[in-house]
């Protein structure tokens, strides 16, 4: 298995504009978390999806945030409008069945200007 | 979620034993112990856990004191290649209301120096 795949790698765009991120998390995984890290905040739990499902999503920032799993095998996390302090790197995880470990994706660098 | 804390930062020699210690002193009947560590500009990487019996894979050992309100990772011979942020974690059971969640501290950074 290639692990949890995260696209894109680096993003820069502009303050204002939608971006998308996306994860394909490891075949046969049940669990999918979204993570943002920064310098000053560390690694933050953004949401966890079970099944395809939304459990927790407290640890979205704003209602700028969205994220979807539509099927099993995909999610994207997208930001609507993008400010700079919304410049992180985003890391997305999965999990199998109980008490098994996370899988980390390589990240996806934003940086909003 | 049980809290965790520790140590800001540690350095080790390298090929020796370094020993990174954890407080979860208000640990759960059914929260598990996880290790963690980020390599720089990587995604973190999975290292051991456990729930109240010490725990051996190729990588560490981990051990869990009897009362379960503190443990200590140990990397037997580390490498220059051992530098990194190690995060102690407390995740409920998944079967429970938390779905095994995850939820990062500032870790230890750890430093192997020749």
């Known amino acids: 298995d290639a692990g949890v795949i995260q696209s894109p790698r680096h993003e820069v765009t502009e303050m204002g504009q939608e971006v998308t991120l996306r994860c394909k998390p490891i075949?046969?995984?049940?669990?999918l978390f979204w993570y943002r890290q920064t310098m000053m905040r560390g690694l933050e739990l953004l949401i966890y999806f079970n099944n395809n499902v939304p459990i927790d999503d407290s640890g979205m920032p704003e209602d700028r945030f969205s994220a979807k799993m539509p099927n099993a095998s995909f999610s994207t996390l997208k930001i609507q409008p993008s400010e700079p302090r919304d410049s992180a790197v985003y890391f997305c995880?999965?999990?199998?069945?109980?008490?098994?470990?996370?899988?980390f994706g390589q990240g996806t660098r934003l940086t909003v200007v | 979620d049980a809290k965790t804390t520790q140590p800001t930062s540690m350095d080790c020699a390298e090929g020796r034993a370094a020993n990174l210690p954890c407080n979860h002193s208000?640990?759960?009947?059914?929260?598990?112990v996880y290790w963690y560590r980020q390599i720089h500009s990587q995604g973190p990487q999975y290292i051991i856990h456990g729930l109240k019996n010490n725990e051996t894979n190729e990588m560490a050992s981990l051990i869990i004191t009897e009362d379960r309100k503190s443990s200590t990772l140990i990397l037997p011979h580390a490498t220059l290649r051992d530098t990194a942020v190690y995060y102690c974690?407390?995740?409920?059971?998944?079967?429970?209301?938390?779905?095994?969640?995850?939820?990062f501290g500032q870790g230890t950074i750890l430093t192997v120096h020749p």
């Open positions: 208000t640990i759960s009947g059914n929260e598990y």
């Open positions: 995880a999965s999990k199998g069945q109980l008490n098994t470990e996370a899988f």
């Open positions: 974690i407390v995740s409920p059971n998944a079967g429970g209301t938390s779905y095994g969640k995850l939820t």
């Open positions: 075949s046969g995984h049940n669990s």
